[in-house]
């Protein structure tokens, strides 16, 4: 794994290692959960000047992990252990919290997801985000108590508990959640999400050409896993 941002390893940190080791085909796989189809811009910047950087690996990019149904599953968890430890024994709604509104695939995706979370626990439930592109965690919560909920917790759609995680949770609690999740962090489930990406990305690096000049020796592809 790598990181865009400051913390430790740098994807160049990391594309360095991978170079070293012999590989020559990498696949970037954007660990976005709420980008279902398009990446960011950093993501196409980073692939940019990746190639450049790099002129004898070949790359290419991932479509984001984004909000799959199977992660649900995993916020559930973290949710009641939050609820566990907080000892929450009474609940009335729900936030479903994420860093970002994303594409528009995958907000469509993030309100599906709301819905079923919604009728999974027959509680209303709304979407916050954490980067003023769409309702707050405050407001969601207010819209709850304008709807005479009172005993409201939030899901934290978030894959690391980065600054954006902390300050919604900050949130959260000042305006009178009675629980937050940790976030969905390192599971089984994203980690087959990872693999699946990756599986589908590298058919690009395969070259499927029918040699024209039988005197060619034959050539094999190894594609290694990052």
Not at 107 to 134: E, F, I, K
Not at 138 to 151: F, P, S
């Amino acid at each position: 794994g790598a990181f865009l941002q400051a913390s430790p390893p740098s994807t160049g940190q990391v594309i360095d290692q991978l170079a070293a080791s012999g590989t020559d085909e990498v696949v970037l796989v954007p660990l976005e959960l709420t980008h279902a189809v398009e990446c960011e811009p950093a993501m196409a910047e980073l692939l940019h000047r990746a190639r450049g950087d790099y002129p004898d690996l070949r790359f290419t990019l991932s479509r984001p992990i984004g909000p799959e149904i199977s992660l649900l599953t995993i916020l559930d968890q973290r949710l009641r252990a939050s609820l566990s430890q907080a000892r929450c024994l009474e609940l009335d709604g729900l936030v479903l919290s994420a860093a970002c509104t994303g594409d528009v695939r995958g907000s469509a995706l993030l309100a599906r997801r709301a819905r079923q979370w919604s009728t999974h626990h027959r509680l209303p439930c709304l979407t916050a985000v954490a980067d003023d592109s769409g309702p707050s965690v405050a407001q969601a919560i207010m819209g709850l108590r304008a709807q005479g909920r009172r005993h409201i917790a939030v899901g934290s759609f978030f894959l690391g508990a980065d600054e954006a995680y902390h300050t919604q949770s900050d949130i959260a609690y000042r305006y009178g959640a009675v629980s937050v999740s940790e976030p969905i962090g390192a599971c089984r489930e994203v980690l087959d999400l990872v693999l699946a990406r990756y599986a589908f990305a590298a058919m690009d690096l395969l070259d499927f050409g029918i040699e024209e000049e039988l005197d060619e020796p034959e050539r094999h592809l190894s594609v290694a896993t990052a």
